[in-house]
């Protein structure tokens, strides 16, 4: 069975993109295992540091992973510094980090109209600069998510089940 790794881009327990992140591992269905990451136990990056136990587990939870699905809010037209801060951790050495062809698919939550895509671009191209693999599809976006939110779930049936066929094809696209 695939092992997918969920790493919000929020530190905040009620997040739109934690409550994201639940409605979608809710869908798999036995079609993949899930884990959700937590981004906020990492120290700030400091490249002098060289042993921090959740550095270690950072990175050997992406190595296990067959896939990561970013969900990620929109800080200031960007991706959140928590998000860049476990990114940097993980992109070590340059080019030949646990990143190399790693499979990511990218989704993206805001308060707000646009659904945090400008965030979303960011964060491909900073996959990108990794060598990672974003996954070629329709941009999944979550608009006015705070206010779709119902149980600690993300709670829009049409946005879920656009976002569960993406999911599906992710899946299925790693083999």
Request: glycine content about 8%; overall charge negative; aromatic content about 8%.
């Amino acid at each position: 069975m695939k092992r997918l790794l969920f790493v919000p881009g929020s530190l905040r327990a009620a997040s739109a993109s934690r409550a994201t992140i639940a409605a979608l591992a809710d869908r798999l269905d036995g079609q993949a295992e899930a884990a959700v990451a937590d981004p906020g136990v990492l120290p700030l990056y400091n490249a002098d540091v060289i042993d921090n136990p959740d550095v270690a587990d950072w990175i050997e939870q992406i190595r296990a992973a067959d896939g990561l699905v970013f969900v990620t809010p929109e800080y200031n037209y960007s991706v959140p510094g928590v998000l860049k801060n476990a990114i940097d951790w993980a992109s070590r050495p340059a080019f030949e980090s646990v990143f190399k062809g790693k499979k990511c698919l990218v989704i993206s939550v805001s308060g707000g109209a646009l659904g945090g895509v400008r965030a979303q671009g960011h964060l491909k191209y900073i996959l990108h600069g990794m060598l990672a693999e974003v996954f070629a599809a329709r941009e999944i976006v979550v608009p006015f998510a705070n206010a779709k939110i119902e149980d600690g779930r993300l709670a829009d049936d049409a946005i879920l089940d656009f976002a569960g066929a993406t999911l599906e094809s992710f899946i299925a696209a790693m083999g």
